[in-house]
């Protein structure tokens, strides 16, 4: 008879997916004044947490939970809207966990660490063995039994995912200095002469704020930080670096649990802080082929799925066509004798007659005035762009009235709109 292999334990079934979606994002400005980094809007019917989600859920990770803190009304209101499916009886749960002064009474999470230790008791009832600590705000594809597999087979204390990034761009980042067994010797906080690695001296390793622990070794390690006066009570900053003085601490590389459709050339992984970069991901989607295919059926990318009816394109006139190149337009649009040039519409939006959008990012539920013509801009959610508005053509101009980058991207959010119109 002839022996066949045991096959590998499923260890994302005995691990929680611990996603922290408590940041502010303050390098997105306005986009974040009523809402959560992880909570703004991407890719025209998806929030940002709905990556670090969905790598959980498409891994076979069967128990979530998110701590919230800043602005959490609207990224609250999306994940009981579009993450409520998980069921107790099937051994699933998803927990949401706003900072609740649970400690002490005037104690909110006071870092990175400390919104896991405050909720410690919680991920312990589960009894699971491994927990996947992600950040809520980064947009790619992730399968993270590979990389809790490589916990298990190097036997660390902790494994930090990591990204191989051009040496002179990983100052922005925490920088893991290793060994040629990728085994962490040194942890650098936004250096400004990042270490290479042993392979390739041109290239660092940067933190992408993903972390596994085997459940009881963090715990300690919570327990142990907590009692350390003037720790800064966060994973970047003293759980990590201590744990590469003490302990084992392995490096991730990224390229070896990225998911890639065909199509994609690259590992896919952006960090959408910036407007600029916010601005230029979601662009980057209206092009024939993106650097991510969100229409990867193997690795969808799952929300909360609004009920809209299609989107509706009228008016076949000389200059009143409702038209889209290169574009994508969510349910609920309706394009009524506008021009759409390489732009990316959230749901419910109304472009009226002669109207104009090139290179534009437009949130749900906006109306764009008859004649109003956009030019690489980022339009928050529920504006009314008024009649005739012309922006992202003038410098100055724009300047004087909305939020302008200094690569020229114009955001326009309702309270600016309000402005010009008192």
């Known amino acids: 008879m002839v022996s066949r292999p045991r096959p590998a334990p499923n260890l994302a079934r005995n691990a929680m997916a611990y996603v922290l979606a408590g940041g502010r994002g303050t390098r997105l400005y306005e986009l974040t004044d009523s809402r959560a980094k992880p909570a703004v809007h991407f890719g025209g019917k998806s929030r940002i947490i709905d990556f670090a989600l969905s790598n959980a859920l498409n891994s076979g990770i069967r128990r979530i939970a998110v701590a919230t803190q800043y602005n959490a009304f609207s990224l609250i209101r999306h994940l009981q809207r579009g993450w409520n499916f998980f069921r107790p009886e099937r051994n699933e749960s998803f927990d ?23 909720n410690a008791d919680i991920i312990e009832r589960y009894g699971v063995e491994y927990v996947i600590v992600l950040a809520g705000d980064h947009v790619y594809k992730m399968d993270y039994e590979a990389m809790l597999r490589d916990h298990v087979e190097t036997g660390a204390d902790v494994t930090v995912g990591v990204i191989e990034t051009p040496r002179p761009q990983a100052s922005a980042f925490g920088v893991m200095h290793v060994d040629e067994n990728d085994r962490i010797i040194d942890f650098v906080e936004k250096p400004a002469d990042p270490p290479g690695i042993p392979d390739n001296p041109e290239i660092a390793l940067a933190s992408m704020g993903i972390y596994v622990f085997s459940a009881a070794f963090l715990f300690e390690q919570l327990r142990r930080d907590a009692s350390v006066s003037g720790s800064n009570r966060d994973f970047g900053k003293d759980l990590i670096p201590y744990i590469v003085r003490y302990g084992h601490a392995h490096a991730h590389r990224f390229t070896a649990s990225c998911v890639r459709a065909d199509t994609e050339p690259e590992a896919y992984w952006r960090d959408v802080g910036t407007i600029d970069a916010y601005w230029a991901a979601n662009i980057d989607l209206c092009t024939v082929t993106p650097a991510l295919d969100l229409y990867d059926h193997n690795w969808p990318i799952w929300t909360y799925a609004e009920i809209t009816p299609p989107a509706k394109f009228v008016h076949d006139e000389e200059g009143r066509r409702g038209n889209a190149i290169s574009s994508l ?50 339009v928050d959610r529920r504006v009314r762009i008024p009649a005739g508005l012309v922006a992202g053509e003038d410098p100055e101009r724009d300047a004087e009235r909305f939020r302008r980058t200094d690569n020229g991207i114009t955001l326009i959010t309702v309270p600016m709109i309000e402005r010009l119109e008192s």
Do not use: K
């Open 329 to 378: 337009v969510a349910g609920g649009c309706i394009i009524s004798g506008a021009n759409l040039n390489t732009s990316l519409v959230f749901s419910n939006v109304h472009c009226h007659s002669f109207s104009s959008l090139s290179g534009c990012v437009v949130m749900p539920d906006v109306d764009v005035g008859r004649g109003a013509r956009l030019t690489n801009c980022v």
């Open 96 to 118: 949401i966990l706003p900072a609740s002064q649970r400690i002490a009474p005037n104690q909110w999470y006071e870092g990175t660490a400390d919104a896991v230790y405050q």
